[in-house]
């Protein structure tokens, strides 16, 4: 299972960026796709999830600023972010966890984590 997260980087406060994962080696389309996040310091948290038809969940103070899309044509799930605040500086990591709608066991998979910076 990979899951190849890009799109990080450095942008200024207020600006924006957009995450992808391309994920391989799951069945895409059976799997509850979502954005986390590290800040240093900090533990993993939620940003984002969808669902295999295509439910949103967000972290309530990250409501209206990001927003989390799946493309299961291309095996990719993406995170549109606005109004970037220095706050939201950190490693984001894409997680695929298996639906229970299509699967009786859970697996849970990460991918290695994209950089985000915003300066201020």
């Known amino acids: 299972v990979q899951l190849q997260a890009s799109g990080g980087g450095l942008v200024q406060a207020g600006g924006s960026l957009t995450l992808s994962c391309a994920a391989s080696?799951?069945?895409?389309?059976?799997?509850?796709m979502g954005w986390y996040r590290q800040a240093p310091g900090k533990q993993r948290e939620l940003v984002a999830d969808?669902?295999?038809?295509?439910?949103?969940n967000y972290a309530d103070s990250l409501k209206g600023r990001f927003t989390i899309s799946r493309d299961n044509a291309k095996n990719t799930v993406y995170l549109r972010m606005n109004s970037l605040k220095p706050e939201d500086t950190a490693v984001y990591y894409c997680?695929?966890?298996?639906?229970?709608?299509?699967?009786?066991?859970?697996?849970?998979?990460w991918g290695k984590g994209t950089q985000v910076t915003v300066s201020s």
């Open positions: 969808i669902t295999t038809g295509g439910t949103t």
């Open positions: 080696g799951i069945s895409f389309g059976g799997h509850v």
């Open positions: 997680n695929a966890r298996r639906s229970p709608v299509y699967y009786s066991t859970s697996a849970d998979y």
